[in-house]
T-cell receptor, first 115, second 116 residues
């Protein structure tokens, strides 16, 4: 079946540090890939997405590139802020091959940014 | 425009009871999906509905059921509650619930269920 593996957290950084959260996937086909963010006590917010190989999703300074050859979609940000502290989820969704277009999530990575 | 709304925000039940959770999608969205998020884990897919029809079901027991109404709102029902059903239940809406590249699922704030 399809699955997503994220780097284990928690990740603790100082403000303005560089962030990388690794994400790899296994899928029978060609999925769309997503990063969602969950702030404390809230639901999920879409951060960015990429729908085909070599696409780069970007939003709010975050970037991720869809790498088909390494089945990866690593999240990066050049300079994190305290307000980026949250749980980050990598997810995939199959574009074809069935009527069920569910999202499959990784376990999440808790990021804490200290001033 | 309002986003996805869910009610109630919090709920406490005892084992064996039944619970109904409600979701209103973004205006114009015809598909609703339900996810269960246990503390410390990623969300797990429960159901997807489109135009009042069940399109998909995750690996959950028959105690879980759902329906979608003509106005595209949805209810998730869980019978015979177990301690392990304690979780954040998330509703997501999308335009048509297909796998098309422009399709995005937007999540509500969730209902936090505690089973004692």
């Amino acid at each position: 079946g399809n699955s997503v593996t994220q780097m284990e957290g928690p990740v603790t950084l100082s403000e303005e540090a560089f962030l990388t959260i690794n994400c790899t996937y296994t899928a029978t086909g060609y999925p769309s890939l997503f990063w969602y963010v969950q702030y404390p006590g809230e639901g999920l917010q879409l951060l960015l997405k990429a729908t085909k190989a070599d696409d780069k999703g970007s939003n709010k300074g975050f970037e991720a590139t869809y790498r088909k050859e390494t089945t990866s979609f690593h999240l990066e940000k050049g300079s994190v802020q305290v307000s980026d502290s949250a749980v980050y989820f990598c997810a995939l969704r199959m574009v074809s091959g069935g009527s069920n277009y569910k999202l499959t999530f990784g376990k999440g990575t808790l990021l804490t940014v200290n001033p | 425009d309002a986003g996805v709304t869910q009610s109630p925000t919090h709920l406490i039940k005892t084992r064996g009871q039944q619970v109904t959770l409600r979701c209103s999608p973004i205006s114009g969205h015809k598909s609703v999906s339900w996810y269960q998020q246990v503390l410390g884990q990623g969300p797990q897919f429960i159901f997807q509905y489109y135009e009042k029809e069940e399109r998909g079901r995750g690996n959950f027991p028959d105690r879980f059921s759902a329906r979608q109404f003509p106005n595209y709102s949805s209810e998730l029902n869980v019978n015979a509650l177990l301690l392990g059903d304690s979780a954040l239940y998330l509703c997501a809406s999308s335009l048509a619930g297909t796998g098309g590249s422009r399709e995005t699922q937007y999540f509500g704030p969730g209902t936090r269920l505690l089973v004692l």
